[in-house]
């Protein structure tokens, strides 16, 4: 069982490229989560899916863009890269737990690391 | 204001130390509260969460939730080198159409020396 797999773990791009992030988990959940993770700023959420052909936008969407074509996958895309957009970058999914209270559990993938340059 | 404030340490500690991890909070919205760890260029791992005020263990973890202060705590008992790592306090609302929305503090580092 992978879990969350993302792809790839690594990239450099100069600033105006763009590129795709590829997020997979096998655990069947219905939410999915981009986020981005710089120092002193913690983990910010970028977009999110509730579903299969649903995104919406969290707290820093602006210069993002994503898909969730499948249940199993979601993709981050960045148009035009900036430097701004260095980070390391985390998918999660989830699904409610047991006892109807709303709660989710995360599971994260291990991060994609980009540098813009 | 960051809606969750958390020490950025680093924190060091000897092996078998008690250590206390704490965070506070402004927003009341928040209906449950979680501790990850991340260990260095991997992603967070789910050690804890808490639905209400009070305490809950697991082992050598206690996590500590104190909803009238907006004020939550991660004790770790017998502290061991393993532990080092950066632990990450999660604060959860549920968002429009389901699943979490989840504010994070910036982690505190931790490092157990031998």
């Known amino acids: 069982n992978a879990g969350v797999t993302q792809t790839p773990k690594f990239r450099v791009l100069k600033t105006g490229q763009s590129m795709t992030l590829l997020c997979a988990q096998d655990m069947n959940h219905e939410y999915m989560y981009w986020y981005r993770q710089d120092p002193g700023m913690g983990l910010r959420l970028i977009h999110y899916s509730v579903g299969e052909g649903t995104t919406a936008k969290g707290e820093v969407p602006d210069g993002y863009n994503v898909s969730r074509l499948k249940k199993q996958n979601f993709l981050l895309g960045l148009e035009s890269a900036a430097p701004s957009q260095t980070s390391v970058y985390f998918c999660a999914s989830s699904s409610p737990l047991a006892g109807g209270t709303g709660a989710n559990v995360l599971t994260f993938g291990a991060g994609s690391r980009l540098t813009v340059l | 204001q960051k809606e969750v404030e958390q020490d950025p340490g680093p924190l060091s500690v000897p092996e078998g130390a008690i250590v206390s991890l704490n965070c506070t909070y402004s927003n009341s919205a928040f209906q449950y509260f979680m501790w990850y760890r991340q260990y260095s260029r991997k992603g967070p791992e789910l050690l804890m969460y808490?639905?209400?005020?009070g305490n809950k263990e697991d082992g050598r973890f206690t996590a500590q939730v104190d909803k009238s202060s907006k004020y939550i705590s991660l004790f770790i008992r017998d502290s061991q080198p393993s532990d080092s790592a950066t632990y990450l306090c999660?604060?959860?609302?549920?968002?429009?159409?389901?699943?979490?929305?989840?504010?994070f503090g910036t982690g505190t580092q931790l490092k157990v020396e031998l």
């Open positions: 999660a604060m959860s609302r549920i968002l429009t159409g389901g699943g979490n929305k989840l504010t």
């Open positions: 808490t639905y209400s005020s």
